[in-house]
């Protein structure tokens, strides 16, 4: 992610912030990726802190998605619900730079249910999941004490809702891309046929998972063709977004492009991951001063860096 500047004093502004500390209000516009003052904002701004320019209707781009929002009259829910539409935003803002979703795309745009396992009525499952352009998240995730436990359950420490977004999300754009035949072709040749029984395949994913071979990034990606894109997607995501974000925040390795350089409109991508894992063995040195966990803690092998190039030749096309 980028570091923004406030538009009336020039301090820098993050990318969840409702003002500057010069007290100046900002919002976000997904189009022109920068911050600025005095344009409508969303109706949703004062409830859950959204910072999003108002787009028709009053919403902006990113909440005029979600069709559904978690019983408000369960208390909890609000800061879950605001804390989940934050790494909506972030998954969003970031797809927006290769094209994904502004003015110049004309394709479908995904529907979101923002459910929660808490309601006035007591304990409710919610699986989450993507289905015909619809994604269902379960915001409860969104708590960190519920997340921590969960990712101790799953034995997967890089659980995040950001992580969900960004999975959910892929499936999403697996049916757009699978509008052009060509994409079939090429998807099928490297992650397998996606055709295979969906349910059973899970099914057995949960009875005894497949042993990750190298040419999974994940062990849920071996369970199915379409887990397999949506894990190796949210990782290539991952991987940018972290390079973004080091570069936007001045850190310099030696092998890093010039200042002025953009992630996202980086074509080579054995490039771009290069450098994301340079970053972030950095980072790990970094984090064992404090004794907390590796930043990126996944091993990137040649079959899974294919995948990669696959997903983000795809994904720049838009
Ligand atoms: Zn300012
Ligand atoms: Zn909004
Ligand atoms: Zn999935």
Redesign the pocket.
Known sequence: MQIFR??????P?YFHNLA?????EVSFDPDAQTMVAGAPHCANRDEIACNWVAEQGGLCRSCAMTETVPDLRAEQNLPLWADSELAKRRMLAELARWGWFTPADPGARPVFRMLSEETLHGEADVIMGHANGIITINVTEASDAVLAHRQEQFDELYRTMLGHMRHEMAHFLFLRLAEDPAFLDDFRARFGDERADYTAALQQHYDAPKERGPEYITTYATAHPHEDWAETLAHLQHLVSMLDSGLASGLRLPDFPAEGYDAFLEADTEALITRAVHLSIAVNHVNRALDLPDLYPFVLTQPVREKMALAHRWLRRV
């Open positions: 406030c538009p009336a004093c020039s301090s502004v500057c500390g010069c007290g100046q």
